[in-house]
């Protein structure tokens, strides 16, 4: 807990000089907080710098994720994990504690091949890298390789075109994940309907915490997927809440 408090002042201390102050102290109190155990206080505090202050930072989640969970709100705690996973995949305390909230929700670590390649970096990072590639891409070829000779053309290209097309590949495969396809936690146990309304069937019962792939919305109510089980149907929109929004 330390070393991502350490992590979050270095950031609020970017910020310019007029802002910092006031960023800091709400840390401090909201650490303070928590500490003492008014796990409610430090959510607020948190909260308020999240969605009034609009400060963005993966250990600001961490750290709400680690007080909705004191609190006993195991879905609000995965929901800010997972936010905080999305911005900072490679740091190993929000890694150990995703992969501890998943475990308590009975999900666990995603096995597919996808997330294990790219679960180690940030959207802003691959598409730093898949920039780069392009421009290196380009600079290559608008040079025609000046300097070598035509026979070996082929065996620098060959690296250069296959680190182009998985780099498309990645880069499309985590703007789909993290932007096309919607993603949602249960904030409790959840009763899955066969329709959107009260008056449907129950197909189904959702654990509080699971992660969810969210389809279709209609007056209120969600359409929901869930992995790697493949079950479906309808949710109140009130009882999950979405991540990657």
């Known amino acids: 807990?330390?070393?991502?408090?350490?992590?979050?002042?270095?950031?609020?201390?970017?910020?310019?000089?007029?802002?910092?102050?006031?960023?800091?102290?709400?840390?401090?109190?909201?650490e303070n907080s928590f500490g003492a155990g008014d796990y409610k206080q430090a959510i607020e505090i948190y909260e308020s710098l999240i969605q009034i202050e609009k400060v963005?930072?993966?250990?600001?989640?961490?750290?709400?994720?680690?007080?909705?969970?004191?609190?006993?709100?195991?879905?609000?705690a995965i929901v800010n994990?997972?936010?905080?996973?999305?911005?900072?995949?490679?740091?190993?305390?929000?890694?150990?504690?995703?992969?501890?909230?998943r475990n308590k929700a009975?999900?666990?670590?995603?096995?597919?091949?996808?997330?294990?390649?790219?679960?180690?970096?940030?959207?802003?990072?691959?598409?730093?890298l898949f920039s780069a590639a392009v421009i290196f891409i380009l600079l290559s070829v608008s040079l025609r390789l000046f300097g070598i000779k035509k026979a070996s053309k082929p065996l620098i290209m060959a690296p250069?075109?296959?680190?182009?097309?998985?780099?498309?590949?990645?880069?499309?495969?985590?703007?789909?994940?993290?932007?096309?396809?919607s993603k949602a936690a249960s904030l409790s146990a959840v009763s899955v309907r066969s329709g959107p309304g009260i008056n449907n069937p129950e197909i189904f019962n959702l654990p509080e915490g699971r992660i969810v792939t969210v389809k279709n919305t209609s007056g209120g109510w969600s359409y929901?997927?869930?992995?790697?089980?493949?079950?479906?149907?309808?949710?109140?929109?009130?009882?999950?809440?979405?991540?990657?929004e």
């Open 56 to 76: 963005k930072n993966p250990y600001l989640y961490y750290n709400l994720s680690n007080a909705y969970y004191r609190s006993g709100e195991l879905g609000k």
């Open 224 to 244: 929901i997927e869930v992995s790697p089980e493949g079950f479906s149907g309808w949710v109140q929109g009130g009882e999950i809440e979405g991540i990657n």
């Open 160 to 181: 250069l075109i296959f680190l182009f097309v998985i780099s498309c590949i990645i880069f499309a495969l985590k703007v789909n994940d993290e932007i096309f396809t």
């Open 106 to 128: 009975g999900a666990g670590e995603p096995e597919d091949f996808f997330s294990k390649v790219t679960g180690f970096c940030s959207l802003n990072t691959i598409t730093i």
């Open 1 to 30: 807990m330390k070393k991502i408090m350490i992590a979050l002042f270095l950031f609020l201390a970017a910020i310019p000089c007029f802002g910092a102050d006031k960023y800091v102290a709400f840390i401090e109190s909201a």
């Open 81 to 101: 994990i997972e936010k905080a996973f999305i911005l900072k995949p490679a740091d190993k305390n929000i890694r150990h504690n995703r992969l501890f909230l």
